[in-house]
C-alpha cells in the first residue's frame, strides 16, 4: 500500500502496547487499521483477541490478503468509527491513523461516545495524532494537531492522560510527520 501514514515497523505503537503488559486474550481494536501490520504483529507476539476497524473495505481486504488463513482469527468491521456500534467491549483501543483526520466537531463527538461504549472498565487507549506544528493535511484532506491539553479535551473527564510520545515519522515518500502518541486510561 503506498500511503502517506503506512509503517513496515509500527514501533512506537508495539511499545506502548508492551508497556501496558496486557494478556494475551485481551480484546484489542485496531481503528483505522485496515492496511497497518500492527495487527501482524500482535498476532506474531500471541495476542489472540484482536479486530481491526476501517472505512476502506480495499484495505481491510489488503490486510486479509497479507494475512491468509490468520486473517481468520481477526474480527474485521468495514465501518465508519463515527457510525461504529460496538457489540463487545474492549481492554485496548489503538488509533494512528483516525482521530485527526475528524476535523468536524459532531464527527469527533460521536467518535468519542462510540469510544466510551466500546472501552471495558479500566482500558487503555492509545491515539495517535499530528503534532502541533506538523502536517496540516495528509493525503490531501484536512488534519486536526494535537497536544496533550487538547486531545484530552477532546476525550473529556472519562479518561486520564497517562503518557505522551513523540515521533518524527518519515513517510515512503521520505517527508518528515511530526506524530504525538497519546495513551489515556479509562477511568469509571
Known amino acids: 500500500m503506498d500511503v502517506s501514514w503506512f509503517q513496515q ?3 512506537v505503537s508495539l511499545s506502548l502496547i508492551n508497556s501496558l ?6 480484546a484489542i481494536i485496531d481503528v483505522g487499521g485496515g492496511a497497518s501490520v500492527l495487527v501482524d504483529h500482535l498476532l506474531e507476539a500471541g495476542y489472540r483477541n484482536l479486530a481491526v476497524l476501517d472505512i476502506s473495505e480495499q484495505a481491510l481486504a489488503h490486510s486479509q490478503s497479507r494475512l491468509g488463513g490468520q486473517a481468520e482469527k481477526i474480527e474485521w468491521f ?3 468509527i463515527t457510525k461504529f456500534s460496538p457489540t463487545r467491549k474492549f481492554d485496548l483501543w489503538h488509533d494512528r491513523a483516525v482521530f485527526h483526520f475528524l476535523t468536524d466537531a459532531s464527527d469527533r463527538l460521536h467518535y468519542v461516545t462510540n ?7 479500566n482500558g487503555h487507549v492509545i491515539v495517535a495524532t499530528f503534532a502541533k506544528g506538523g502536517p496540516e ?4 484532506l ?3 494537531q494535537y497536544d496533550e491539553a487538547g486531545i484530552a479535551v477532546e476525550l473529556g473527564k472519562g479518561f486520564v492522560l497517562r503518557s505522551t510520545r513523540h515521533e518524527l515519522h518519515v513517510t515512503p515518500a521520505g517527508k518528515e510527520q511530526a506524530f504525538n502518541y497519546f495513551h489515556f486510561q479509562k477511568i469509571d
Open 21 to 26: 503488559h496486557l494478556p494475551r486474550d485481551a
Open 142 to 144: 484536512d488534519v486536526v
Open 78 to 80: 468495514i465501518e465508519d
Open 137 to 140: 493535511k495528509c493525503s490531501n
Open 115 to 121: 469510544l466510551q461504549k466500546a472501552m471495558a472498565p
Open 9 to 11: 515497523q509500527p514501533v
